[in-house]
């Protein structure tokens, strides 16, 4: 196509507009980011941070995960963006009467157009579908009003229409056509930068930054902070200047999409808490607020954020990489500090700091479990476990079946283990909670006891403790023995012949409950299930489930708040396990066995599953391979 000088130089000119306009406007929105403290180092291993972005922006795994269908249509129109990048080029260099394709592809042109073509016929396809969805299909739609939306949907049609005419053998109107598609792809970036569509930017940046590992909080220094100025003194979120650059980052990268607050076990019981919805309020302050504003007035209110369980599921569905645990552990350690504020589990600080557990029982409670039980006590021996109990198990005498099933596991496995006489609190939920300074006193002590007895192989049934001796007491100190959840040491003990079954050819069926911070956190997955595939049971699976389960509402010391039973969380668990029409429900912690206990007919512990099916009189040898050294754990 031929084009006059003054249509070149009316071309130059709005390029040059559109460009610098962009790059203007760019820099007021880097500067909102760029205005935050750095709380961590974020360019570590830079090369698997570099695959991990790769991996996730090319393969659009966490858009599909939660939702295959509109996930792969905005799989379809991403893919078909990046293929296009190179014939945008061209367009305009064919507006300058020159061509980078003609001498790139010379013959093979017309077979990269004829596949170009189908490309552009795919993604207008999955545009309509998604603008369909977005403006027909309202009620699953995360936001039916956005105009930007809509526009943005009508500007990417009509770039593949004036594609597919302006190739096409006799096209319509082709100068006007040039031009159209010209112009959107001018206006294009504009309105990127003006909506959510921003994401498109900054998703791979987001989520190159992002951190590796959910729930990874960095440590306060306290010491340093005893030492500070009042003044300067800065113990969690507390004003809106505190919010770190890729916190921010987070805020304006946000897609609006609400695949966070649909997965938020919070949101569903109607507590309040949005997590889509606090990442928003977040961009509006820094768009128009204060920098001394109060994160928990103008980012996420204090009662809302009382209920979060830091489950982790709205982070771990989020496709551009928004951090939302980060936000909320650092919100609630400024809540913490002001004590009447919010939903606040303040009894449960009280219970911890008096009797060392969070039900608020003496010490001697537990003593009396292990001496009726008969429990050996830890001696430090070659291959030794220390079955580290936590809490629930040591303390919440209606667990005492579970705690008797796992010793008679072990013991008929003949599997060197003990207890330790007093085991202290890991301080998991008062990390949670935002309680920082009591986590920190309660891991070092933890450290010392495990220390002293030069423990080396600990197995505990419950994942909080698991998650926080194997990942949060290391920060603390230079000490790392092989830490192991129960199901996945019984995974191993079967494959070693080590547990005989007496099935009489009999199975039994089972819903499986998997805990967040077993499933989500530790991705154990595997193990629960092969432990009672072993043992005669067939797993009947969940609707949420894996690493996309649904919280029993326990977490962040929920199993001991007392809410109302409109606010339960459990609730919304409970309804799904009944609505699967199991009469049997299977637990791997013992604070789920705690909140779900009343789900079905009977709700049992992995542990007591495996007892059962040792006593039944059956010797069914599963295959499963030894895990534990494999995992290196
Ligand atoms: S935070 Fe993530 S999951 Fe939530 S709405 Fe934004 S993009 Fe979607
Ligand atoms: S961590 Fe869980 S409860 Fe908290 S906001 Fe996220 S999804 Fe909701």
Known sequence: MEFQFLEKLLLTLLLLTSGGLFLWN?????????????????????????????????????????????????AVVFLGFLLFAIETVEHFLEGFGTSLLNPLLGSALPGFRAAMSVVAALVAIAIIGLAFRRFVLVRTSPDPRSVTSGIVALFIFLLMLSYLNGISASPLAPHANWWLHAIIILVFPHLILRSKHFHILMAPVTLFFRTDRLGDYLPLDLAALAEADVEDVCLGLE????????????????????????????????????PRGFILAGREALRSGSPDDEVTETVIPDDPLGFCVTCGACENGCPVGVEHLQLIVGAKRAQALATGKGVVASDYFR??????????????????????????????????????????????????????????????????????????????????????????????????????????????????????????????????????????LMQSLVAEGKLQFKTNGTRREAAYHDPCYLARYEAVTDAPRAVLAAAGTTVRELPHRGARTLCCGGGAAGFVRELESHQRLDRVRRAEIVGSGAELLVTACPECRMMLGAA????????????????????????AEPQLAAMGK
């Open 239 to 274: 004003k809106v200047s505190s919010l770190p650059w890729k916190m921010r980052m987070d805020f304006l990268t946000c897609v609006e999409c609400r695949r966070c607050t649909d997965s938020c076990p919070a949101a569903q019981a109607g507590t309040g808490l949005d």
């Open 351 to 488: 219970a911890i700091e008096t009797y060392g557990n969070p039900f608020g029982v003496p010490r001697a409670d537990r003593r009396k479990l292990i001496s009726d039980l008969g429990m050996p006590r830890f001696s430090g021996g070659a291959g030794e476990w220390l079955l580290w109990l936590g809490c629930v198990w040591g303390y919440n005498p209606e667990l005492r079946p579970a705690v008797k099933a796992f010793q008679e596991v072990l013991d008929a496995a003949g599997t060197p283990w003990g207890v330790l006489e007093d085991e202290p609190c890991c301080g998991h939920h008062s990390r949670r909670q935002g309680e920082e300074s009591q986590f920190q006193d309660l891991a070092r002590r933890s450290l010392e006891v495990l220390q002293q007895k030069n423990v080396r192989r600990i197995v505990t049934p419950c994942p909080h403790c698991l998650h926080t001796l194997r990942r949060e007491h290391s920060n603390l100190g230079n000490y790392s023995p092989q830490i192991v959840h129960y199901s996945e």
């Open 600 to 623: 079905v007919d009977q709700t049992k512990d992995l542990a007591e599953i495996v007892a059962e099916s040792m006593q039944a009189g059956r010797a069914a040898t599963p295959a």
């Open 26 to 74: 760019l820099r007021a929105k880097i500067g909102q980011i760029t205005k935050g403290p750095t709380d961590r180092v974020r360019t570590d291993h830079p090369g698997k941070r570099l695959a991990r972005t790769m991996r996730e922006v090319l393969l659009q795994s966490r858009v599909i995960g939660q939702r295959p269908i509109v996930g792969a249509l905005h």
